[in-house]
């Protein structure tokens, strides 16, 4: 069985920025691709940024520029940089890492607010 434990969010100011961590651990090989999503109460989960095993980046357009995803896969981990943070960026965000034959694991989600 894989866990994902989220740490990083909190209340910041606009302008501000925050580090998520994302680890995970249980039963794992490999990470294929590793990646943060958000959601708001009421709308869907989406993408904020997403790395590959070899280090290939995708990123919403709403946050480059602003955010960084890296990955640790020694310690199973991946991270979320944010800078210049604003209010539309508030919300629950969640880890999810991609395992062969598994699939997807998802994180409990840590709550980010930006206030103004």
């Known amino acids: 069985q894989v866990q994902l434990v989220e740490s990083g969010g909190g209340l910041v100011q606009a302008g501000g920025s925050l580090r998520l961590s994302c680890a995970a651990s249980?039963?794992?090989?490999?990470?294929?691709?590793m990646g943060w999503y958000r959601q708001v109460p009421g709308k869907q989960r989406d993408l904020v940024a997403a790395i590959t095993s070899g280090g290939n980046t995708n990123y919403a357009p709403s946050v480059k520029d602003r955010f960084a995803i890296s990955r640790d896969n020694a310690k199973n981990t991946v991270y979320l940089q944010m800078n210049g943070l604003k209010p539309e960026d508030t919300a629950v965000y969640y880890c999810?890492?991609?395992?062969?034959?598994?699939?997807?694991?998802w994180g409990q989600g840590t709550q980010v607010t930006v206030s103004s």
């Open positions: 249980g039963n794992i090989f490999s990470i294929s691709v």
């Open positions: 999810k890492i991609m395992l062969p034959y598994t699939g997807a694991v």
